[in-house]
């Protein structure tokens, strides 16, 4: 039994580095009045007002506050434009002015800002918008420094003006066929309306050949608000296998109401099998018994021998998008097999055997030839890859090797960066907060 005391002056030493290298958090300005949706008459003036304070815990802080341009992104998400930028006939940047351009802000103190907004008489139809942006300048000294930002959407409907809820799906994009990867398909929606509208929904059936419809799938509705003439992405995943042929793929995206914004239909073929991601599957794992933790369609095996754990815990499967993969800082490359083992936070007892079937995308990487696969972990607690010692059996597909840890795994080509280890292997700072959880 190893002895806390001969690890303190470590542990000790790792918790300050951690304090060291972890700076504390930004501070945070409160903004009362964060968002300003009006409908307003044509000639009409209007004021907003932003209330903005600190706590008393917070440093001190100089504020600039100013108007920009409203923009999306195609994720949704609203963005500030430069004058430059702003270009839009919907723009309402012109309209506002701040009473004040900048201010100081003592710990624990409030400031308020008045907007005054000024519809001109011949304004148009339809909505205006804009971003009032509140920000500090970098404080602190050395490396730290800390920076605050508010967005406050201005969004302003013209009353008693032609509204026109309108959109055009410009695009639909289907993501790789991969294996064992999930299947996206990208619906493009430009909304060529005059108004913003909140709560859009997009849904997307898939058929074969014959028309019959093999997969739908759905997003909830948008959080935000689709801004006139801009373009954003609705992604959804199809978790039906498709056989190889030729598909079409029918898009809409509607409404809260129901209302039909706009549907277009695409085709897109399969020339390989391609089987979708296994839903998560679970085990509880028993100090006294062996388990087997395994996806739905057979292809990843983990056997836990008893003695494992030293206490009752659930584990669970789940697939897991190459494309969030953390970074592979080597000539290494990332196969169509990625998975994610939950549950587990300190390192086994006895090691685990984990045993994975490799897929066509897997071979594609390394070249057609088995031989150059191994099975690689990312280790959490260093933030990086590790190659396991890895046994390839061609006759069965399947890779397997043994580990005393789990995390986020991944099929990849051999690296002469790596040293291959087995699963016993890890760092003692890693060993010693493993002990400190098991008790």
Known sequence: MYSINRFYPLLMMGILILLVICPNPVSAINVVGAKYMETVNPGDTVTHMITVSTKATDPSMDIVIDTWGFGQTPAKSYSSLSAADDTSPYSARKFITLDTASFHLNPGESKKIKATIVIPSDVGDGGRYAIISLHNAPSGDGTTAYITAISVPVMITIAKSSLIEAGSITDIKVGDIVTGQPLMITTLLKNT??????????????????????????????????????????????????????????????????????????????????????????????????????????????????????????????????????????????????????????????????????????????????????????????????????????????????????????????SSQFSPTAGQQGGIMEYILSFLHWG
């Open 193 to 414: 309306g005059n108004i913003h509208y909140y709560q859009t929904k997009n849904t997307v059936t898939v058929s074969d050949n014959m028309g019959t419809v093999i997969g739908t799938a759905s997003t909830a509705p948008s959080v935000y608000a689709i801004i006139p003439n801009y373009t954003v992405d609705y992604d959804v995943t199809l978790d039906t296998s498709l056989s190889p042929g030729t598909y079409s793929v029918k898009s809409e995206v509607s409404l809260e109401d129901g209302t039909l914004l706009d549907s277009k239909t695409s085709a897109f073929e399969v020339k390989s099998s391609y089987i979708a991601p296994s839903p998560d599957t679970s085990v509880t794992l028993t100090p006294q018994e062996s388990s087997v933790l395994a996806s739905s369609d057979g292809r990843i095996s983990i056997s836990f021998p008893a003695g494992a754990v030293i206490n009752d815990i659930t584990v669970t499967l789940k697939p897991f998008s190459r494309d969030q993969l953390p970074t592979i800082l080597t000539e290494a490359k990332a196969g169509g097999t990625c998975f994610q083992v939950e549950g587990l936070s300190g390192i086994l007892s006895k090691d685990a055997t984990i045993s994975v079937k490799y897929s066509d995308a897997d071979l594609a990487v390394a070249g057609g030839d088995a031989s150059n696969l191994v099975l690689a972990r990312y280790d959490q607690s260093d933030s990086r890859w590790t190659q396991l010692t890895t046994t390839v059996n061609k006759d069965t597909t399947t890779l397997s090797a043994t580990t005393n840890r789990f995390s986020t795994w991944a099929v990849m080509t051999a």
